[in-house]
């Protein structure tokens, strides 16, 4: 009787014993379920806003975002947005970024939209030989100066800026919302520090003129300037520069005053 007693004794403890060790293996083995992130709160639009508005604590709300999906450069706080001016629409509940706006300070209209480095100069052109009646804000254009001389035939065009942005036209920040037409003769375009010198020495040494580009199109041209002798097939050979004479010469010269020798040779000797 004692001896069966012990014997069940020990099967109950090595039963236990399996129990506790197949506990504690599952636990070892199981995955960790993921911590719970908590939700973030980012400052977005409590109504469409469009580029130029200025945001006022009315225009904006904080919404829910799931923690677990930041979003790089968003506000938290209303009071970090208000004053800054959009520079891109934005729909209801999107979280507004720090690159959509103004820099902090800069103010609204034309100069918050001016990146770091670059310029905004107002160039005027002939309206009834330029297109500037058909430039819009955004509109890619290239500009091309024609300067004259004391002698008619030292006149020439150079193809003075290429690809570049117009900020506005006339006083138009934004693109007529209809497509309506500006007749406008002035126009302000994004220039680097070198080529806002560059043109406004053209301006005040020649006319200037803007040709109109399609914006897809980042091509750039290499030909050289158009000297009034290009077209008229004209040119002062003691001031023409020698690849200037060279081009022209071989391009614009009749084919009657062009001379051809042939050499002859017969037996020993040539005629």
Request: charged fraction near 20%.
């Amino acid at each position: 009787m004692k001896t069966k007693r012990v014997l069940m004794a020990l099967t109950l403890a090595l039963f236990v014993s399996a129990l506790c060790t197949w506990l504690v293996s599952r636990k070892l083995t199981a995955p960790e379920s993921p911590k719970h992130q908590p939700d973030a709160a980012y400052v977005a639009p409590s109504h469409a806003l469009h580029a130029g508005d200025v945001l006022k604590p009315s225009d904006l709300e904080l919404i829910a975002w799931p923690g677990s999906d930041p979003v790089e450069g968003a506000y938290k706080e209303i009071d970090a947005a208000i004053g800054r001016e959009m520079l891109f629409p934005a729909g209801k509940g999107e979280p507004i970024l720090d690159k959509e706006l103004s820099a902090a300070g800069a103010g609204t209209g034309l100069a918050n939209k001016i990146p770091d480095g670059m310029r905004a100069v107002a160039l005027r052109s002939d309206e009834v030989v330029g297109v500037a009646g058909f430039l819009v804000p955004g509109s890619h254009l290239d500009v091309l100066a024609t300067l004259h001389s004391d002698s008619p035939a030292d006149s020439i065009t150079v193809l003075l800026l290429q690809d570049a942005v117009v900020l506005a036209a006339g006083h138009e920040l934004e693109p007529d919302p209809t497509g309506k037409r500006s007749d406008v003769t002035i126009v302000t375009l994004l220039l680097t520090p070198e080529q806002a010198e560059r043109a406004v020495l053209a301006s005040n040494q020649g006319a200037i003129h803007f040709v109109l580009r399609n914006g897809a199109d980042r091509g750039r041209s290499v030909d050289g300037p158009v000297y009034l002798s290009h077209i008229s097939g004209t040119i002062p050979a003691a001031k023409a520069p020698p690849e200037h004479r060279a081009a022209s010469e071989s391009t614009l010269l009749p084919a009657a005053t062009k001379r051809t020798e042939i050499e002859v040779v017969l037996g020993g000797g040539t005629s």
